[in-house]
């Protein structure tokens, strides 16, 4: 259950569990990888890559 939609306020150990660096980064890398592959990259094959803009081709990245 999500910290914010238990009954009780949360303990120092349920908030160090929630903003493990571990965790978070695992997290965000697993986030970007779909974002990389279900938006940009799907995107990206149906059209020609080479009548893409360089910046706009790198620009999900910034």
Known sequence: MPLLERDQPPSLEDLEEA?????????????YRYAL????????KHKNINEIPYEK??????
């Open 57 to 62: 081709k790198h620009s999900f990245a910034q």
């Open 19 to 31: 903003f493990n660096v571990e965790a978070v980064t695992k997290e965000f890398f697993d986030a």
């Open 37 to 44: 592959h279900e938006v940009i990259i799907k995107n990206l």
